[in-house]
């Protein structure tokens, strides 16, 4: 009753435990102890001062008085040690441990505040292991002892823990006596804070279920420090409650082959090094399955690491190798306890997210994935974050380990009709194809092939449209193995054709970053899927393509005989523009082959193809390769002039691409000529148009074509300038010509020393 009559008195009066230590001249540390309950029996003194600073008089001081003889607390001088023991075989985590022995340095720690951690992450990572490992290595430094409470805000059984029986758990072990315990939430919770007060304590709050359970827990005056570990994010205790976050992830490689070594001994572990680095790849470095796998193989020590990584390699059956009996130690059931708390939107993306066929996918490919609008899928995909289901990787950009993959997969057969899955993939496939046909449309506008184009769009899929250029060239970096990986799931659902647009849409971007890995192999799976869909014209621009590849690449016995066939099957098919673009590159491969005449005579056919058509753009790009047939020969003059004219073509077309092109030809005449401004003045703006459109190789090639011209009119400093500007572009595009360049800068920069 005293500590009640401590606490009414002071707040009708409006006073903080501040205000009243200071009026009544006694220590903030005692008044806390006093509404605490801990304090049993003040001085008779100590009373009269407190009568005072209440200004009682009469019955009520009479009464007040006599209230400090009922007892308040129980009789006992136990320093509360509730941590859980020590956990053996813990390992890594060193930057973790720091980043909480941080919260503690400083001079004056309790002029910093309340002091609160919230330490999140999956299901499996070791939240609480941490937690109580780094609470064993500062419990010295609590003097008053060490509360723990398991909020079960994630379990197999039953709803988390109320906060109000937290408390009476909390409070109990502070020595508060049961019938000095309030029933209400917050008179409880003010007894607590009360009793904390002037003291140093070490709280613990283990698996919360979300912010709103932990904050009544939380100390309210400096001294004490509170830690919190939750599979929920917490973010809301960083906003309102100056908590300091710590997210947990998957351990790295070598804490994941530690934590082997030290459950079934580092003999075995260094025996069968291939084995461990499996079993760590396979338990996607999560210290519960890993712990489960080192259970097995301590179980069974003749089996063979070997035998232990196969079961786990089958992502099939991988979960089931990583269940047990107990259900806090089955890794499909430990994520089963955040899937259950999921809304309807979050359950269902997470659960089709599996179907996604890479590991990180972008919000609108997840989007169309689970066919909901960008309203729904922005708060579904923070749900999943918070969960600590997925991680936003990348801004815009989530993934979660592959043990999670497997269960979201799991989920969705069970769940999800395979109806549904299918049309899942159908607009996953749709997204990407349409995207990237949107995003190439921004690298080259004028790229059309006959009108054609997919619009067959399966309904919820919603592709992304672009401003610029650079917005698209950096959607076609993110997503070229999800891109890839979605045209092999269109071949193997039977949408070659789909599969060929994909192939198509991408064409422009892996020649502009010069992809020679993929520039052939994606063309290649266009020929097949046009093969396969019997679709003559889809053939032919197929089989022209990859032979364009190959002989930019350098096989020219490889393009001409692409381009053969494809020339055949533009004639069967009456295609002049395609026929046209055919001998063009012909042409080419037999320049590049010594075989001038021909390849004269290749130019010459499709300059009159191109006219016959109406193509105007068709016959200036064969004008300049006509052009650059004759500079090859040395027949400058004659090349300067089929150049201009078709730089004079392509621009009254409004082709600027094409002109750029020409350009950088005209500048070679003049070079050859000797007419080195004019040469300059011509790369410069050939380079500049190659840069406005995002063409990164053709930039790096003018521009080391600008530094020879100004290399040999004696402008040394411009010179390097532009071969610097080039190799840089170049060496990142892994381009054969850098190697050139390299040279050419080198050789300057010898010459400039030596003179």
């Not at 032979?547 to 004639?571: C, I, K, N, S, W």
């Not at 400058?636 to 392509?650: E, F, G, K, M």
């Not at 040999?712 to 595009?733: D, F, K, Q, V, Y």
């Amino acid at each position: 009753m005293f500590a009640d009559l401590v606490r009414a008195h002071r707040r009708r009066l409006g006073m903080t435990q501040e205000d009243l230590a200071e009026r009544a001249g006694v220590s903030v540390r005692s008044v806390g102890k006093w509404e605490a309950g801990k304090i049993a029996a003040p001085r008779m003194w100590t009373m009269r001062l407190l009568a005072d600073a209440f200004r009682l008089e009469g019955d009520d001081r009479e009464r007040f008085l006599r209230s400090a003889a009922e007892p308040a607390v129980r009789s006992t001088e136990i320093i509360p040690a509730q941590l859980p023991s020590d956990p053996s075989g813990f390992t890594g985590r060193d930057q973790e441990l720091t980043r909480l022995d941080e919260l503690l340095a400083g001079p004056d720690q309790a002029a910093r505040g309340v002091i609160i951690s919230a330490v999140s992450g999956t299901a499996g990572v070791g939240k609480t292991t941490l937690a109580i490992r780094w609470a064993h290595r500062v419990r010295e430094r609590f003097p008053d002892g060490q509360l723990y409470v398991n909020l079960r805000g994630f379990g197999p059984v039953g709803p988390p823990l109320p906060a109000t029986e937290a408390l009476r758990g909390l409070l109990d072990g502070l020595g508060v006596a049961p019938q000095r315990i309030p029933a209400d939430l917050e008179a409880r919770a003010a007894l607590y804070r009360s009793a904390l007060a002037g003291q140093r304590m070490l709280i613990l709050l283990d698996n919360a279920g979300d912010a709103e359970q932990v904050r009544p827990l939380l100390p309210g005056v400096p001294g004490s420090v509170a830690i919190v570990t939750s599979r929920d994010r917490l973010a809301g205790l960083a906003v309102a409650d100056g908590a300091q976050l710590l997210l947990l992830d998957v351990l790295d490689a070598p804490a994941a082959r530690e934590l082997l070594a030290r459950r079934i001994g580092a003999d075995r572990v260094r025996a069968e090094p291939r084995a461990v680095d499996d079993i760590v790849r396979s338990c996607a470095r999560l210290p519960l399955a890993l712990a489960i796998a080192a259970a097995r193989a301590a179980a069974n020590p003749q089996f063979p690491l070997t035998a232990i990584a196969a079961e786990l390699r089958e992502a099939r059956t991988r979960l089931d190798v990583l269940a047990g009996p107990d259900p806090a130690t089955d890794v499909r059931g430990v994520f089963s306890w955040s899937y259950r708390k999921l809304g309807p939107d979050a359950a269902r993306l997470f659960r089709l997210s599996a179907l996604h066929p890479t590991p990180v996918a972008g919000a609108p490919a997840l989007a169309s994935l689970a066919g909901l609008p960008a309203r729904r899928v922005r708060p579904a995909l923070q749900e999943l974050v918070a969960a600590n289901l997925v991680s936003e990787q990348l801004p815009g950009r989530y993934g979660c380990h592959d043990l999670l993959r497997d269960y979201a997969r799991d989920l969705a057969e069970e769940i999800d009709s395979p109806a549904e899955r299918e049309a899942a993939t159908r607009r996953l496939i749709d997204h990407y194809l349409q995207t990237a046909l949107s995003a190439d449309q921004c690298l080259k506008a004028s790229r059309n092939l006959s009108g054609r184009r997919p619009t067959d769009v399966t309904p919820g899929a919603v592709p992304e449209s672009f401003g610029d250029g650079v917005l698209a060239l950096a959607w076609f970096s993110a997503e070229q193995p999800a891109l890839r990986a979605c045209a092999d799931l269109a071949v193997a659902a039977g949408l070659d054709t789909k599969a060929w647009w994909m192939a198509w849409a991408v064409l422009t971007y892996l020649e502009r970053r010069w992809d020679r890995r993929n520039w052939v192999t994606w063309q290649m799976l266009a020929v097949a899927a046009a093969g396969r869909a019997g679709d003559m014209l889809l053939q032919a621009v197929s089989h022209y393509n990859v032979g364009y590849a190959h002989a930019e690449l350098g096989d020219l016995g490889q393009g001409r005989a692409h381009l053969t066939t494809a020339l055949a099957l533009y004639r069967e098919l009456g295609n002049v523009t395609g026929m046209a673009d055919v001998h063009l590159n012909l042409g080419i491969v037999a320049r590049r082959e010594g075989r001038y005449a021909e390849a004269l005579q290749e130019g010459g056919r499709a300059l009159e193809l191109s006219r016959s058509d109406g193509d105007r753009v068709g016959e200036a790009r064969a004008m300049n390769n006509i052009g650059w047939c004759y500079l090859t020969m040395g027949d400058n003059r004659q090349a300067l002039d089929y150049c201009r004219r078709a730089v004079t073509v392509h621009e009254a077309a409004g082709n600027r691409m094409g002109a750029a092109h020409s350009w950088d030809s005209v500048g070679m005449a003049h070079f050859r000529l000797g007419e080195l401004a004019e040469a300059a003045a011509c790369y410069r703006r050939a380079a500049n148009a190659f840069r406005d459109e995002h063409d990164q190789q053709y930039q790096a090639i003018v521009l080391a074509h600008l530094g020879d011209a100004e290399e040999a009119g004696g402008r040394h400093r411009a010179a390097r300038e532009a071969w610097r500007n080039s190799l840089a572009i170049l060496t990142e595009l892994d381009h054969p010509d850098a190697d050139e360049v390299r040279a050419k800068l080198t050789a300057r920069e010898v010459q400039s020393r030596a003179g």
